[in-house]
C-alpha cells in the first residue's frame, strides 16, 4: 500500500485519499460493496453527510445504516471516527470492511494495550481512514487534542440513543459527546440510532448538532418480519410447534434467566435440535465459542438471555422466539429486529404469561432508581402489555408506537387469523367481585382458586368459602381464568400490585364494570388455545413454499456453496457471512456464474470479494 493511498483495480486496500476512481456513492457500492442498488434512505443520508450536513438517521436494525457513513467515509478527503459502545459490534464492522478491502483501525478495551496503539499509528498515518472506538476512548483530553491535530471530517455516533435520559438505554458515558460538536466545528456529525420515539429523537438532535442538523426517519416497517404473539400455556409444546419446518435454519430463543436458558437449550437438545445456550453466568471464553459457532454455522438454534445479541450483525438469522415478555417495546422491536436483515422471510413468536407480567414489574421496581423512572419504566411495560392482548394488525400496533401509520399488514397472527371478541362481562364481575370482598389482597392464583370453588387450606383459613362468589366460576378450567385475568391486566382493569407481593387490584374502569357501567370484550381464542391451530398448519406450508423456491438440483448445490463459505470463514477466522451473504449464495445457486465477469454481477460480490473467492466458489459451482 502506497502512502497516498490510491485505490487499485486489484483490490488493494482503501485507506487515505479520495480514490479517484469513485465517481460518487453509486461507484462505491458497486466496487467497493458489490451491491446493485441503495436501499431506502442511505442516499439521502449518504447525499447529506457528503454534502457536509450534520444529520440524525432513525432506520430500522438490518436498513443498512453501515454504508450510509462507510460510503461518505471512503470518498472524504478527510478522515472518519466512528463511536461505537460496543468490541463486539466494533470488531465485526471492522472484519466486514477489511473484508471489503476497506482499512479500518478500531481501539478498544478488549485489545491490549501495545495493539491499540498500533491501530491509532496506523489511522494517524493515514493509513486507515476510518477509526472505531469507544465514546468514553475519544473524550479524554488527551485523544481529544491528538484528534484535533487529525482534523476528522466526520464523527458517527452509532447507537446514538444512549445518549438521552429518555430513551431505555441511556449511556453516562455518552453523555460527553454533546461536547463534540464545540471541539470540532469544521466536522459533520453522524448520528444513527434504531431505536427512538419522538422525544428521544429530539433530544439526541439538540445535544449533538445544538440545532444545526437533519432528523430522517426512515420507516420501522419490517415487512419481511411475521409477527406473532400467544398467551403461555405450555412451552415446550409452543415451542416445538414453532421450530417445525425449520430445521437447518439460525434462530434465536430469548429467556429470562439463565435458569430458563439451561433448561429450554436441555430440552430441544433432548428434541435433536443443534442448539447452543448463552448466558452471562458463563465463562467468557465459553460464550465466545457458542457466539462463534452461531455465527459460522448454519442452522444453530441460540438459546440465550437478552445478554446475546447487543452487536451480533448476522444477516440470515430465520427467527426469533421470547419464552418470556421483553422488558420493552423498544426492547421487543430490537430483539426481533436481528431476524431477516437480509431482507428474506423471518418470523417471530412471542409468548407471555401473568408470571412474566409480575415479575417484570418486579424488575422495575428493583431497579432502585427514582420514582419518577419506575413510573415510567411500569407505562413502558403497559405499552407492551397492550401490544400482547391486541385484536388488530400487530404491526400497526407496533409501528403504531413508534409514531409510523400503517395499513394492517396481512402477515401477522391477527391479520391471518382474525381472533374473535367476545362479551366477558359477566366473567369480569365475579372475578372483580372476589378480588373485591377480599380486599384486594390476594394474586391470582388465590382467586382463581376461590371462583373455581377449591378446598384449600388457605381457604379454609380465611373463610373464603362462604363467600357469594366462591365456585361461581366452576365451569370453567383453570387456564380460562388465567388468560381472563391477563386480558384484564393487559386491558388496564386490573393491576398487579408489586410492592404488596403480587396481589391484585381494581381500578376504576373494573369499578364501572361491577356498578353496570362498563362491558368487557375478551379475545376468545387467547382464553382456549387449542393443541395444533390451523395458523401453525398454514404457516408450516409457507415456510415449504419458501423453501421450494429454489430447484431441488439447485438446493443441492446451495448446500455445497454454504459448506464451502463455511470452511473459508473458518480459514479466515470470521462469521460465514463475511465471505458471503445467504442471499448473495442464493443467487449464486440460482445464477450458476461461470465466469469471473459473471459473477462479479452477482449481488453481493464486490471486486475484492471477486478476487478471493471467484476460483473456488466457480469450481464448485462448475462441478455441481
Ligand atoms: P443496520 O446497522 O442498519 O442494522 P447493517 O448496516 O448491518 O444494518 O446492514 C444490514 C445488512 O444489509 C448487511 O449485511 C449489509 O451488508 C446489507 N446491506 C446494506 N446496504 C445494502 C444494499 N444497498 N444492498 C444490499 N445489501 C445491503
Ligand atoms: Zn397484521
Not at 57 to 74: D, H, N, R
Not at 138 to 145: D, E, V
Not at 245 to 250: A, D, I, P, R, V
Not at 555 to 584: H, I, N
Amino acid at each position: 500500500m502506497d502512502g497516498n493511498g490510491e485505490v487499485q483495480q486489484d483490490g488493494a486496500a482503501i485507506a487515505m485519499g479520495a480514490p479517484e476512481r469513485f465517481r460518487g456513492p453509486l461507484d462505491v457500492l458497486h466496487d467497493v460493496f458489490g451491491y446493485q442498488a441503495f436501499r431506502p434512505g442511505q442516499r439521502e443520508i449518504i447525499g447529506l453527510l457528503t454534502g457536509g450536513t450534520s444529520a440524525l438517521a432513525v432506520m430500522p436494525t438490518g436498513a443498512g445504516k453501515s454504508l450510509c457513513y462507510q460510503i461518505p467515509a471512503i470518498l472524504s478527503e478527510r478522515r472518519t471516527v466512528v463511536v461505537s459502545p460496543l468490541v463486539a459490534l466494533i470488531d465485526d464492522q471492522a472484519a466486514a470492511l477489511r473484508a471489503n478491502g476497506v482499512n479500518v483501525a478500531a481501539i478498544h478495551s478488549g485489545r491490549a494495550r501495545e495493539a491499540n496503539v498500533e491501530e491509532w499509528r496506523d489511522f494517524a498515518a493515514g493509513r486507515s481512514k476510518l477509526l472505531y472506538l469507544s465514546p468514553e476512548r475519544l473524550m479524554t483530553p488527551r485523544m481529544l487534542a491528538a484528534m484535533k491535530r487529525i482534523d476528522p471530517g466526520l464523527f458517527v455516533i452509532d447507537e446514538a440513543h444512549c445518549i438521552s435520559k429518555w430513551g431505555p438505554s441511556f449511556r453516562p458515558e455518552y453523555e460527553q459527546l454533546a461536547e463534540l460538536g464545540q471541539h470540532f466545528p469544521n466536522a459533520t456529525i453522524a448520528a444513527f440510532t434504531a431505536t427512538a420515539d419522538s422525544a428521544t429523537r429530539a433530544d439526541i438532535a439538540d445535544k449533538l448538532f445544538h440545532g444545526n442538523g437533519r432528523t430522517i426517519v426512515h420507516g420501522f416497517d419490517r415487512p419481511n418480519l411475521q409477527l406473532a404473539v400467544q398467551p403461555k400455556t405450555n412451552w415446550r409444546r409452543q415451542l416445538m410447534e414453532f421450530l417445525g419446518g425449520k430445521e437447518g435454519q439460525s434462530g434465536i430463543v430469548y429467556c429470562l434467566s439463565r435458569r430458563l436458558t439451561e433448561e429450554v437449550a436441555d430440552y430441544l437438545c433432548e428434541q435433536g435440535i443443534k442448539v447452543i445456550a448463552y448466558h452471562a453466568g458463563q465463562p467468557a471464553d465459553q460464550r465466545r465459542e457458542g457466539q462463534d459457532r452461531f455465527m459460522s454455522e448454519d442452522g444453530v438454534v441460540m438459546v440465550a438471555t437478552i445478554a446475546f445479541g447487543m452487536g451480533i450483525d448476522k444477516p440470515d438469522i430465520r427467527f426469533v422466539c421470547h419464552l418470556n415478555l421483553p422488558g420493552s417495546m423498544e426492547a421487543y422491536y430490537q430483539e426481533i429486529g436481528r431476524a431477516g436483515r437480509d431482507g428474506a422471510p423471518a418470523e417471530t413468536l412471542m409468548l407471555y404469561g401473568l408470571d412474566d407480567i409480575r415479575m417484570q414489574r418486579q424488575f422495575i421496581e428493583n431497579d432502585g432508581e427514582n420514582d419518577e423512572h419506575k413510573l415510567r419504566e411500569h407505562k413502558r411495560l403497559d405499552a407492551l402489555l397492550a401490544y400482547c392482548e391486541a385484536s388488530g394488525c400487530r404491526r400497526q400496533a407496533l409501528l403504531a408506537y413508534f409514531d409510523d401509520a400503517s395499513e394492517p399488514c396481512g402477515n401477522c397472527d391477527n391479520c391471518l387469523h382474525p381472533p374473535k371478541v367476545v362479551d366477558g362481562t359477566g366473567e369480569a364481575r365475579a372475578l372483580f367481585e372476589a378480588i373485591a370482598s377480599t380486599g384486594q389482597f390476594f394474586g391470582a392464583s388465590h382467586i382463581i382458586d376461590i371462583l373455581r370453588g377449591a378446598e384449600t387450606q388457605k381457604i379454609a383459613e380465611r373463610g373464603h368459602d362462604k363467600l357469594d362468589v366462591f365456585g361461581i366460576g366452576k365451569a370453567r378450567p383453570k387456564d380460562f381464568w388465567q388468560g381472563f385475568i391477563r386480558q384484564a391486566v393487559a386491558g388496564g382493569h386490573l393491576v398487579i400490585n408489586i410492592q404488596r407481593y403480587g396481589c391484585l387490584e381494581l381500578t376504576p374502569s373494573a369499578d364501572a364494570m361491577m356498578v353496570g357501567q362498563e362491558t368487557f370484550s375478551i379475545r376468545e381464542e387467547a382464553l382456549m388455545p387449542c393443541a395444533k391451530s390451523k395458523r401453525e398448519e398454514k404457516r408450516a406450508a409457507r415456510v415449504q413454499a419458501a423453501a421450494n423456491e429454489l430447484s431441488e438440483r439447485d438446493q443441492s448445490l446451495l448446500k455445497e456453496l454454504k459448506a464451502l463459505r463455511l470452511d473459508l470463514a473458518r480459514e479466515r477466522g470470521v462469521p460465514a457471512y463475511v465471505v458471503f451473504p445467504d442471499a448473495t449464495l442464493i443467487e449464486l445457486a440460482r445464477v450458476r456464474p461461470t465466469s469471473e465477469a459473471q459473477m462479479g454481477e452477482v449481488n453481493g460480490v464486490g471486486p475484492k470479494k471477486l478476487a478471493e473467492y471467484a476460483e473456488p466458489f466457480l469450481k464448485v459451482i462448475a462441478a455441481a
